[in-house]
């Protein structure tokens, strides 16, 4: 089963190439290949998952590629319990949010087209967690950062979602760079592409510390542009202007997560190299604060939950640098659902209200009662409320944190969750309940079609149980089955739970004081505090500040490029230019008087010597046979030798 | 005595007058005249020839007969033309004749 | 005496041969010129008799002098311009034709002075006439079928060419 397992991202790029070249005129036939091939994906990932359950062991199936002397790239797939988590977290997420963007997308003009990028995603996603090498897995990280930019861009009519799409791909573009350049020095170092061989010499020592922690730090630059940790974070929430089940499933679910993923499958490397470990924790703790900070005073739903992912992502970064992998890939896979759960059901709402302000929203919760539910089940399991999935894989981190000599991480995340617990109920008291405050729209508001809730339900369900699996009580749970080296028991800490669970509560009753009773007011704090709310409000200023010091510059120093183009080196050209216009009238002189000259002088000697020989021809008959008669006898003369 | 160089002088004598007369008539007639004299030269040279070489045979006479037979037939034939070229050029001094030329 | 006699006519019958040929190219008049023809054509019938040729020389007088004068006649009387005593009836190439002729003339006579002839001393065959009509209708009779072909065709070829339509 697992030999055949190269089918599963296969089958998307058929659907892809299928909808490209044959089905696009047809919009229904393109979405149902591009679902099919999706579930026949997550059909193959099934046997896949049980497969590893039973044997959790690595397992590799490759061919040679490119062969040079002594150097040989490979391709093929590497299965092991991450890969097939990650399989059945990309094939699930995908498959529903293909089924939810047939009711979204109803009726959009490039319907085939959409399709077509979705599996085009799925099949780099699938691709990606498959990779047995570097090689291969950069080749699909930059199919995944096409197709985002595809279909960030998706409606490029618009000129916002053009922008955003360049700037994701720029932005993710730059850390990119590093992480090209971490892999060529570790592959340098180490003399092949492959994962567990470079891993097994890591682990035997044969690697230098100082090029291990260079080239750690380097990838993990890819990772941040991925995962749009700070500070390459500013593209995300820009790339919300895509469709919105493109922002469930790429970038809240699957593709952001790939940065993670790629901290994970890279373990050994930061295991390695304790400060570039200690950099991902710091920089994941930091990233996650300040999302959440951000994320408090967005008014655009979908921004709001932008910043909750990039949060979240800080979380599994700071899980991951802190070496627990288990607690950061489980939150992963948690936060895959409960996150796609959210921004579709935003979907669903916008799908409703046309509008992504949550202030012209409220009092839906009558009128949309399943997206209503499932969203807000979905915030409960975001703001890690016992018994659902966010609660275990929340804390699991917390457990990792706290394991940390110094009490700063740990701090930083319950900070962070009770912020996330905020504004995750900001959002559902402000959409859901209270008052409607555009009764327009309001009235025409209506539940999505079935075809949106249902993903929407099995989704739900998903946030709830799907975190169950790790319950630490479980001996045979998942940390038993994703981990690095040894299983990591963490003795269940109860004190760290009824922690989580106060900040968590509290941050839900904060929001319930201010934004349903409005016991507090809101408007009062936001004087009180003007000059801190406006920072956050702004984002820090961080696109202000890349702005000022990044892409002015650029634009001055292409400016300047222009003028010297301009001034010096159009010069140059025009001025070869003119010399070869000079060059060539001075030939055309010479050719018009010397050879024309002399070509004429030739006729008119041929002309001349031809009018005056033509008289011989006289048409006088006496004349020609005395003429004749005289050559006559000219010939006898000679013959008789007279 | 008149041996066979005396008739064959005057033949040559004669067939150059009807030489000089083709080069320096104008009129075709004219120039047809000179012909008919080259004829009659060439007529005596046969039949002096035929008298001295071959007095038994005769073979000069009848190659004779047979040249003032084509003459005839020459003559009525260069008549006919001169007689057209005059219809279509009113005109019948060949030096005016010249359309062949340039 | 004979020989002299013969001689004297011949020395006569040249004389008048060269001299009337000599007008016949050189006359203004075209009919002149056609007249001493006429007279050159009678002297050559004269050479003819001298030298036993007596049915050639009745021929040429009934072809030459009938036939062929009276065809000369109605061609000079048809191109009517003759009369014109301003034409000029010869070209500007006299002094070449008379150099040209002149060098022939030279050529020729030195070829004949330098020429020794296998002259036979038979004597030449009384009725000449049978013989020359035998031979015509033995020896020669394919020839003479020809020559009265291309005699018919002549004709007819100038009755086509001459004929207005």
Known sequence: MLESSWLIPLLPLLAFGTIVFFTNRNPRLSSYISIGAVCASFALSVPVLFEVLQNPVASEFKFTWIDLKGFTIQMGILIDPLTAVMLMVVTIVSMLVHIYSVGYMAGDPRFSRYFSFLSLFTFAMLGLVLSNNFFEIFIFWELVGLTSYLLIGFWFEKKVAADAGKKAFITTRTGDLGFLVGIFLLVSAAGTFNFQHIFHQIEAGHIPAGILTISAILIFAGAVGKSAQFPLHVWLPDAMEGPTPVSALIHAATMVAAGVYLVARAMSVYAASSSAALIVAIIGAFTAFLAASIGLVQNDIKRVLAYSTISQLGYMMLALGLGGLTAGTFHLMTHAYFKALLFLGAGSVIHAMHTNDIWEMGGLFPKMRITAITFIIASLSISGIFPLSGFWSKDEIFAVASGYPHPIFLIVAVLVAFMTSFYMFRLCFVTFFGKPRDQHKFEHAHESPRVMTIPLMILAFLSIFAGWVGIPWLHKGYSSFVFFHHPHHAEPKIWLMLISTVVALSGIGLAYLIYYKGAISADKIKRKFAFPYKVLFNKYYFDELYSAIIIKPIIGLANLLFKFDLGIIDWLVNAFGNFCVFLSEVKEWFDSHIVDGGVNGLGWIFKKSGSYLRKIQTGDLSNYILIIFFGILLIIIFKIGL | ?102 | MENSVQSAIFYILAAIIVCSAVLVVTLKNIFHSLLFLVLTFFSVAGIYVLLHAEFLAAVQVLIYVGAITVLLIFAIMMTAQIYSPALRQSNQQVIPGIIVVGILLVVTLTVLGNTTWRVSEKLPASQSVNLIGKSLLTTYVLPFEVVSVVLITALIGAIIIARRD
Not at chain 2, 51 to 77: R, S, Y
């Open chain 2, 1 to 102: 005595m008149i041996t066979l160089n005396h008739y064959l002088a005057l033949s040559a004598i004669l067939f150059c007058v009807g030489i000089y007369g083709i080069f320096t008539r104008r009129n075709a007639i004219g120039i047809l005249m000179s012909i008919e004299l080259m004829f009659n030269a060439a007529n005596i040279n046969f039949i002096a020839f035929s008298k001295f070489i071959t007095p038994t045979l005769l073979t000069g006479q009848v190659f004779a007969v047979f040249v003032i037979t084509i003459a005839a037939a020459e003559a009525t034939v260069a008549l006919a033309i001169v007689i057209l070229i005059y219809r279509h050029h009113k005109e019948i001094n060949v030096d005016k004749i010249n359309i062949m030329k340039w």
